[in-house]
């Protein structure tokens, strides 16, 4: 890896290690988020460290059939969907509850 | 070290201080309308990696799809739902803090032992230019049934988004005739759709 770097080429693993990067930070921010909303963007940061990690798979590894490619656009396609149905969840919970603040949605609690 | 080496290397390094720094800031700022901005600059500078990575087509439906759609709906919720409020306290939230950041920190560290360890398998060499191509035939012979199955999730996400965004505006109750006060438009109570007269 440090060859690697040396001679100018970037390595896979600095994407895998930057992915890793990305990956952690949205999963604290999913987990210490009391708006709503950051809790969705942290989830598409995580999203995007996944893609991150398929993209450089894909053409690290395996170069001529671009597999993660496709992987990564199917992904785009569901975090998309995904993003849509969440705010539109968010919006009605905001018109029930009149708040974003996590801790205050419990409407699943027995 | 040749110079489209070195210029690769200062474009991925350039390119990662932003989506970390980027990163850092949608999670921690406090304003939530920086954090949605600065969302759209950590999508942009993953596009900017997919370049790198001779992956032009899934850097173009990245930022059409997460730029130009995502962002816009998030920033869009965060005009809707824009309430300055004041979030009760809760005891133990510092020290909540620090053990989720002492997992990431955990979990960081066990996908860097696991990245710097493995010997990773050198593949041919990337077909650059031909990728999207090579993505349309992937798409129409071994992963159609994914790709029509998209389609059908796309469509069931968007009815589903309509139907539970969708707000029953009825200024007059059908049965008696009174005015009703719906209690779940959030600001005004004045409806901002007004129903058709009745038949």
Redesign the interface.
Known sequence: ?LSE??????P???????A??????????L????????V???I??ML?AV??NL??F??????????G??F???V??????????G??????L???R????M??FNLLRW | MTIAASTQLICFLALSAVIVLGALGVVLLSNIVYSAFLLGGVFLAVAGLYLLLNASFVAAAQVLVYVGAVNVLILFAIMLVNKKEDLAPIPGLPIRRLLSGGVCVGLFALLTRVVVTTPWAKGPAPIGEDATVRIGEHLFTDYLLPFELASVLLLMAMIGAIVLARRDVQSVDPVTGEEVDQGLIEKARTPLLVDQPRA
């Open positions: 890896m770097l040396l001679s100018g080429s970037v896979l693993q600095a994407y895998l290690l930057l890793a990067v990305l990956f952690c930070t949205g999963v604290w921010g987990i210490n988020s009391r708006n709503a909303v950051r969705l963007m942290s598409e940061l995007n893609n991150i993209m450089a894909s053409s690290y590894v395996d170069g001529q059939l671009i597999r490619q496709v990564s656009v199917f785009i396609t569901v975090a998309a969907a995904e993003a849509a149905v705010l539109a969840i968010l919006l009605s905001y018109r029930n009149v708040t974003v603040d801790e205050r």
